[in-house]
């Protein structure tokens, strides 16, 4: 793993992943916007909205808020909040928060969307899955997975919206690298931004397991995922 700072990042480019499979950019967004833009988002969002299962994604598609608890609707078990933002629509308080995360995705990469906001890579279409994950208090969690089985390589890139030891106190980001357990939750504060390569091994240990299970919105871990995936033509 390897930690830097926003112009070390800009400095270096592609050639961080010569030497690691996972990047954290210090700092990289500013901490004080995004709590206020989450602290609206959880006021506004509607939990009596939420699906169980959304099915595949399709081009101009509504946005949906969905509730994960197990392995029944997706390939890897989860306990997770999920709200899809996409880009065609674009409504949450993270708007632009997400167009500023592609960017540095995109810059990173070398790659460009088109007008409609499709990638043409390797002879696919892909499209941005911009997503605000809620891992609840009781025990939100990811198991243990790589990203590669549905991404088309592309690194998923989050950035953390909540602290360990403020906003929780257990659990959290882990990954696999040569062999070894790295507990990045430990170093990851508000504004961060960490991604890694799509075989990397990695999860979520659950959050806050030992405390009663509360399905509301103000406590727990949040955070922003953008993957970009084949998304068929509706
Ligand atoms: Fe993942």
Request: glycine share 4%; net charge negative.
């Given at each position: 793993m390897r930690v830097v700072s926003r112009?070390?990042?800009?400095?270096?480019?592609?050639?961080?992943?010569?030497?690691?499979?996972?990047?954290?950019?210090?700092?990289?967004?500013?901490?004080?916007?995004?709590?206020?833009?989450?602290?609206?988002?959880?006021?506004?969002?509607?939990?009596?909205?939420?699906?169980?299962?959304?099915?595949?994604?399709?081009?101009?598609?509504?946005?949906?808020?969905?509730?994960?608890?197990?392995?029944?609707?997706?390939?890897?078990?989860?306990?997770?909040?999920?709200?899809?933002?996409?880009?065609?629509?674009?409504?949450?308080q993270f708007a632009e928060v997400f167009i500023e995360l592609q960017e540095i995705r995109d810059w990173f990469l070398d790659i460009k969307?088109?007008?409609?906001?499709?990638?043409?890579?390797?002879?696919?279409?892909?499209?941005?899955?911009?997503?605000?994950?809620?891992?609840?208090?009781g025990g939100g969690f990811m198991c243990r997975h790589y990203d590669g089985y549905n991404n088309d390589c592309i690194p998923n890139i989050l950035i953390s919206l909540t602290k360990r030891g403020v906003d929780f106190s257990e659990g959290g980001?882990?990954?696999?690298?040569?062999?070894?357990?790295?507990?990045?939750?430990?170093?990851?504060?508000?504004?961060?931004?960490?991604?890694h390569t799509s075989s990397t091994i990695h999860g979520v240990n659950a959050v806050d397991a030992s405390q009663e299970l509360d399905l509301s919105l103000n406590q727990g871990r949040w955070a922003l995922l953008l993957s970009l995936e084949a998304i068929p033509a509706s």
């Open positions: 112009s070390e990042f800009f400095d270096s480019g592609a050639k961080l992943f010569d030497d690691t499979d996972i990047i954290v950019i210090k700092s990289c967004f500013e901490p004080n916007s995004l709590q206020t833009a989450l602290t609206q988002f959880q006021q506004t969002y509607k939990i009596s909205e939420e699906i169980k299962i959304s099915g595949p994604n399709s081009y101009n598609r509504s946005n949906y808020n969905r509730l994960d608890i197990g392995d029944f609707s997706q390939s890897n078990a989860r306990f997770v909040r999920t709200c899809v933002d996409f880009d065609w629509n674009r409504s949450t969307p088109s007008a409609d906001h499709t990638y043409s890579l390797d002879g696919k279409t892909l499209a941005n899955l911009p997503k605000i994950l809620h891992y609840p208090q980001v882990y990954y696999e690298e040569d062999g070894c357990h790295i507990d990045a939750e430990e170093l990851l504060e508000v504004g961060d931004v960490y991604f």
